[in-house]
Every structure is written in structure tokens, then in C-alpha cells.
């Protein structure tokens, strides 16, 4: 049986996403339509590698290529997403995607080729690195009756979340760039971290059709805050949140996360995974609050000579002059600013 690896091409999507769709190990980032939508969105190459035995897809790789003067050159799968990494039918296929990605990398002279897998990769580690987890990820099945579902929730947290009823809050369901963009804009400006554009957002909205929506809550019919959610099989994972202080002053997020739980039921859905959170960080113990064990994603790199393992983080120390100046510019610079610079933060 002859086995192949080639770049990617548009005719191949059908076949990639039927072999994601089938693979134990696959995640909502291993579809094809990432490629375009992170190439529209921050303008990065997609470098998608396709493996094939006897004309059947074995094994597929969604790397993107990462470059810009503040951040530096990587190969990564997948920029702005918490998993990745080579999916393969059988271990000699993956060894072959590794090695695939590794020509790549020395073609194109990136110093670093980073594979975001949720689980471990059987690579040899004197090639792939594999240092101490920085990122954790949340995940639990959800109980089927919504009185099941609200008494599953932490006590503390349910005592929020049962406030919040009582203040009136609502959400529904958008289908639109606004108001989610700003309400996530003003939210990451408050953390010090750059926004990206909205283009990327209708880019997301366009490319993956019923598989992304937007919850919004309202109290008083005003937005408060709202999560941008991807669907993957039978689990949902709410990917982007934000909300202002009115979120905070009414438990706007609390019962946002518990109307997702909700409305996740009532599509048939009964995974719901919290994404990724650094430790020491005030969502990683939101998280833990809510009910979730955290595990680790142990994430690997290719080096080049003289490489080193990017930190570009907000918990690296050399940003925090940079995340405090950033919090005090005015909105609008920093919503003009933020997608040139959050492009090589992914």
C-alpha cells in the first residue's frame, strides 16, 4: 500500500473533514475551513498537509504559518485555537505528518512548528519538545433535566445563577457580529489584551455555518454580555466571551455559562467543554468553581538551533508594562490597534 503526504488543496476539504468527522482524537480545529478563515481574519498562510494511502485520507495536518516583526516566524496547528496537532489513522502516519511538518518548517526557516494536541503525541522527544503544561483544559458531560443540570452546578455559583433568574435576566440566540463584538472588545481591554478584528468574526460566522453561535444575555432588554460557542459532535465549547460591569453587577456571566449549559441540552448536546485557562489565572478558578477538573494540554515543539519555546503570554513578565499602558489607551485606539497586533498573539 503506498502512502503520501502533499499540501492540501480546496477539492480535498469534503474528504479532510469526512476523515475528522470519523477519528476518535478529533477536534473542532482539525476542520478545513480554518485554514481560510485564519488566513481572512489575521492574514496567515495556511500550510495544510494531507496524508493519503491508496488514494484514502489517513491522516491530515492544519498548520498555519505564523509572521510578524513583534512575535516572530512558527508553524503552528492551530493559531488561535486550543487544540491541534497531526490526527492520523495509525502510528506510521504520524510519524510520516511530523516528519512532513518538520521539511516544512526548514523550507520556510521558522525557528519554532507547535502542535496544540489535547492528548499526548508519539513523537520522539529528541526532535519534540514537551515542556511543563502552561494551559489546562475543562471538560464534563452535562445531566439531561434542567433541575439536574442546575443542582450540578457548585453551590456558590448556583446561588448566582439563581439571582440572576430572579433579576430578570434573558438570553437568546444572534446571528450577527454586534452586539457580541464589542461586548468581547471592551471585555478584553479591561484584561490589557489586544482585540481582533471584526472581519474575523463574520469570517467565523460565514465559515462554519450552524457549528458557531452567539448567546446574548439582556437584563432590562440591555446586552450585558455574550459567548461566541463552537459545536463539535456532541459537545459544545464556548470559545469567546466578554461583557462589561453590568455583566459583573448582575451575575451576567454566571447565568450566561448556565444558559449555554441549557440551550446545549436542548440541541441534543451533552459535552460541554470550558476551553483552555493558564494556572494562577482568575479564569482557571472560575472554572474549578463551576465544577470542572482541569487537565493539562501538553503541547509540543520543533526547535530550531537557538529556538526557544515562545512565551508570548500575558503572564510573562517582560508584558506587564505593555498590558498596563494598553488598559489606559481610549477604546477606540485600542479597537483600531488591537487586530494588528493580536495577529502574532494566536
Known amino acids: 500500500m503506498t502512502l503520501r503526504y502533499r499540501p492540501a488543496e480546496p477539492r480535498d476539504a469534503a474528504a479532510w473533514d469526512a476523515f475528522v468527522d470519523t477519528h476518535p482524537d478529533a477536534t473542532f480545529?482539525?476542520?478545513?475551513?480554518?485554514?481560510g478563515i485564519l488566513a481572512t481574519g489575521f492574514g496567515h498562510r495556511p500550510h495544510f498537509?494531507?496524508?493519503?494511502?491508496?488514494?484514502?485520507?489517513?491522516?491530515?495536518?492544519?498548520l498555519m504559518e505564523v509572521k510578524t516583526l513583534l512575535f516572530g516566524h512558527a508553524l503552528v496547528s492551530l493559531p488561535f485555537?486550543?487544540?491541534?496537532?497531526p490526527l492520523a489513522a495509525d502510528a506510521e502516519t504520524?510519524?510520516?505528518l511530523a516528519e512532513a511538518a518538520l521539511a516544512l518548517q526548514r523550507r520556510l526557516g521558522a525557528p519554532v512548528c507547535e502542535f496544540r494536541a489535547r492528548g499526548g503525541l508519539d513523537l520522539d522527544p529528541q526532535r519534540f519538545v514537551t515542556p511543563e503544561p502552561l494551559y489546562f483544559t475543562f471538560r464534563k458531560t452535562l445531566p439531561e433535566g434542567e433541575d439536574d443540570l442546575l443542582k450540578a452546578i457548585p453551590r456558590k455559583q448556583r446561588a448566582v445563577v439563581r439571582k440572576a433568574i430572579e433579576r430578570g435576566?434573558?438570553?437568546?440566540i444572534e446571528h450577527t457580529v454586534e452586539p457580541f463584538f464589542s461586548l468581547y472588545a471592551e471585555s478584553v481591554h479591561h484584561l490589557g489584551t489586544p482585540v481582533f478584528s471584526r472581519r474575523y468574526v463574520r469570517a467565523l460566522l460565514e465559515g462554519l455555518g450552524r457549528d458557531v453561535e452567539i448567546l446574548t444575555v439582556r437584563h432590562e432588554d440591555r446586552p450585558v454580555c455574550a459567548v461566541l460557542s463552537?459545536?463539535?459532535?456532541?459537545?459544545?465549547?464556548?470559545?469567546?466571551?466578554g461583557g462589561g460591569p453590568a455583566a459583573r453587577g448582575v451575575g451576567g456571566h454566571d447565568f450566561m455559562y448556565w444558559a449555554l449549559m441549557r440551550r446545549a441540552r436542548e440541541r441534543g448536546l451533552s459535552g460541554f467543554d470550558f476551553g483552555r485557562s493558564k494556572a494562577g489565572t482568575g479564569a482557571f478558578d472560575f472554572k474549578k468553581n463551576w465544577g470542572f477538573a482541569p487537565a493539562p494540554l501538553p503541547y509540543c515543539f520543533a526547535l530550531a538551533p537557538g529556538a526557544a519555546i515562545p512565551e508570548n503570554n500575558p503572564l510573562n513578565p517582560k508584558y506587564r508594562a505593555m498590558i498596563a499602558l494598553w488598559k489606559r489607551l481610549p477604546r477606540p485606539v485600542v479597537n483600531r490597534l488591537g487586530p494588528a497586533i493580536i495577529r502574532g498573539l494566536g
Open 29 to 35: 480545529f482539525h476542520r478545513f475551513a480554518w485554514g
Open 49 to 62: 498537509l494531507l496524508a493519503e494511502r491508496d488514494g484514502q485520507v489517513c491522516g491530515v495536518l492544519p
Open 81 to 85: 485555537a486550543v487544540y491541534g496537532g
Open 94 to 96: 504520524l510519524q510520516g
Open 169 to 172: 435576566l434573558t438570553s437568546r
Open 230 to 241: 463552537f459545536v463539535f459532535r456532541d459537545e459544545i465549547l464556548p470559545y469567546y466571551a
